[in-house]
């Protein structure tokens, strides 16, 4: 049996490849974490809320003349002091807890909020 290669089915079989490779690449890119900066300047949390998912990163960056620490409220995590110009990471895990502080600083706090 022979079978004919025409012009039409050659575009049609193009447009079906590149719709598969563009949604192949949507989904590698969702799957892949996310660092998110929190930038700590003038004794603050920038952004104080941060929202991510579960294996995203968050890095905190020191700006300011201080050190600092992203300490959660029951000790479960912590990054140990954050120097003047140094960052520090964690990674987001399911049971890790949403709120923290500067050990050096209560007043200064943020939240963590984890998507589901």
């Known amino acids: ?8 089915g050659v575009l049609v079989g193009a447009a079906a490849s590149a719709a598969v490779s563009s949604n192949s690449l949507t989904s590698a890119n969702a799957s892949r974490p996310k660092t998110h900066e929190v930038r700590i300047t003038q004794f603050k949390f920038e952004p104080d809320v941060v929202v991510v998912e579960v ?34 990471e964690t990674v987001v895990t399911e049971d890790m807890g949403t709120r923290y502080f500067c050990a050096f600083h209560p007043h200064m706090k943020g939240t963590i909020t984890i998507k589901l």
């Open 1 to 8: 049996m022979t079978k004919t290669i025409t012009r039409r």
């Open 55 to 88: 294996g995203d990163i968050i890095r905190w960056s020191n700006l300011d003349l201080a050190p600092h620490t992203a300490t959660e409220t029951s000790f479960g995590w912590d990054t140990g002091e954050i120097a003047k110009g140094m960052s520090k």
